[in-house]
């Protein structure tokens, strides 16, 4: 094993991650043409309807009965990172925010004190397939930030930025900068309470995409930081000297520069990094605080509370199927794209 490298572990659902992330949840789905319900045309047998989860169908309708997605659900205590690859995103939230992403965008929503959210996958287009590909990051909130105001922020795909590395070779690595930055290329800005705010906690997401037998370097950081690779799509790559196949996470040393040599194929990875938080993590299924008093406190606060209530006609709310990409927050500003 190199001497860089600290573990390879293969990907299960969800990955795991380590401090100051708490998972990450990578969805793949080829979804058929959708219906006048904005859900698939094909029939829902062999789904297990509200738990289908299964990783061997070609695509699922996770926590959704007609519409694929997440129905209205509550968080507390973190943060989710949703980046939308491909397919769409319909959000709405019990604070009356709502909107559609998708195609490259990003939602960073801190879930803080309390919010109850919607993440719906509607299928739009009903004359072709809809196939959806995102992450869902879960990045801890230091204990100082847990019970903040919830909200949540947009990174548009056309404010990420795209760093592409020739090698000697003129062959392409692309990295999207989601959070953190190489070089003078920074990211755009997190939401003001989030861990990854300081940049003393070098907190880095990233998104690489190499091109058959690329070869990178991917640049160290500093060494208070941790640091995991996700080798999520490909086929086999060589890190600093070791052959390491598809589905794997590679957790390496942050503060020392690392050769990364594709194979024959296209390869695409995701990299978490940063600096642990360092306290106790006390979860239970939407809430994580710090200690089970706090996880109770929560639940009794939800049953009493519902954080605000539902404003939205139905649990699994989307949006008209004319809309673009969109964000209405609470304060009511609105963003079109």
Same mark, same amino acid.
């Given at each position: 094993?190199?001497?860089?490298?600290?573990?390879?572990?293969?990907?299960?659902?969800?990955?795991k991650?380590i401090?100051?992330?708490?998972?990450?949840?990578?969805h793949k789905?080829?979804?058929?043409?959708?219906n006048?319900?904005?859900?698939?045309?094909?029939?829902?047998?062999?789904?297990?309807?509200?738990?289908?989860?299964d990783?061997?169908?070609?695509?699922?309708?996770?926590?959704?009965?007609?519409?694929?997605?997440?129905?209205?659900?509550?968080?507390?205590?973190?943060?989710?990172?949703?980046?939308?690859?491909?397919g769409l995103?319909?959000?709405?939230?019990?604070?009356?925010a709502?909107?559609?992403?998708?195609?490259?965008?990003?939602?960073?929503?801190?879930?803080?004190?309390?919010?109850l959210?919607?993440?719906?996958?509607?299928?739009?287009?009903?004359?072709r397939?809809?196939?959806?590909?995102?992450?869902?990051?879960?990045?801890?909130?230091?204990?100082?930030?847990k019970?903040?105001?919830?909200?949540?922020?947009?990174?548009?795909?056309?404010?990420i930025?795209?760093?592409?590395?020739?090698?000697a +070779?003129d062959?392409k690595?692309?990295? !999207?900068?989601? #959070?953190g930055?190489?070089?003078? @290329?920074?990211?755009?800005? $997190?939401? %003001?309470?989030?861990?990854?705010?300081?940049?003393?906690?070098?907190?880095?997401?990233?998104?690489?995409?190499?091109?058959?037998k690329?070869q990178?370097?991917?640049?160290?950081?500093?060494?208070?930081?941790?640091?995991?690779?996700?080798?999520?799509?490909?086929a086999n790559?060589?890190?600093?000297?070791?052959?390491?196949k598809?589905?794997?996470?590679?957790e390496?040393?942050?503060?020392?520069?690392?050769?990364?040599?594709?194979?024959?194929?296209?390869?695409y990875?995701?990299?978490l990094?940063?600096?642990?938080?360092n306290?106790?993590?006390?979860?239970?299924g939407?809430?994580?605080? +710090?200690?089970?008093?706090e996880?109770? !406190?929560?639940? #009794?606060?939800?049953?009493?509370? @519902?954080?605000?209530?539902? $404003?939205? %006609?139905?649990?699994d709310?989307?949006h008209?199927?004319?809309k673009?990409?969109?964000?209405?927050?609470?304060?009511?500003?609105?963003?079109?794209?």
């Open positions: 094993m190199s001497n860089k490298i600290i573990a390879v572990t293969a990907l299960g659902f969800p990955w991650t401090d100051p992330f708490l998972f990450c949840a990578y789905d080829d979804y058929p043409a959708g006048d319900h904005f859900g698939p045309v094909a029939p829902l047998d062999g789904h297990h309807i509200g738990q289908d989860f990783p061997s169908l070609p695509w699922r309708m996770y926590h959704g009965s007609t519409v694929p997605g997440f129905p209205q659900h509550p968080h507390r205590g973190f943060e989710t990172v949703t980046i939308a690859k491909t995103v319909d959000h709405s939230d019990s604070l009356g709502a909107g559609r992403f998708g195609d490259g965008d990003v939602q960073w929503m801190t879930a803080g004190r309390g919010v959210h919607a993440e719906m996958f509607p299928l739009l287009r009903q004359d397939e809809n196939p959806l590909e995102l992450f869902q990051i879960w990045l801890n909130l230091p204990k100082k930030n019970m903040v105001e919830p909200h949540f922020k947009m990174l548009w795909r056309d404010s930025p795209t760093i592409v590395h020739n090698d +070779n062959l690595t692309t990295i !999207d900068l989601i #959070a930055n190489i070089e003078d @290329q920074n990211a755009p800005k $997190p939401t %003001p309470n989030s861990w990854a705010a300081d940049a003393a906690n070098h907190v880095a997401i990233w998104t690489i995409e190499m091109d058959p690329a990178w370097i991917l640049p160290a950081s500093h060494e208070s930081a941790k640091r995991a690779l996700y080798f999520y799509k490909g790559l060589e890190i600093d000297g070791i052959e390491v598809a589905n794997n996470r590679i390496i040393l942050s503060n020392q520069e690392l050769k990364i040599q594709n194979g024959h194929t296209r390869s990875l995701l990299m990094q940063g600096r642990s938080i306290e106790p993590v006390a979860q239970h939407p809430f994580v605080m +710090n200690t089970q008093a996880i109770q !406190d929560a639940f #009794a606060e939800f049953r009493r509370t @519902q954080f605000g209530g539902w $404003p939205w %006609p139905k649990n709310q989307v008209d199927r004319a673009g990409r969109f964000a209405v927050h609470a304060d009511g500003m609105l963003e079109e794209k």
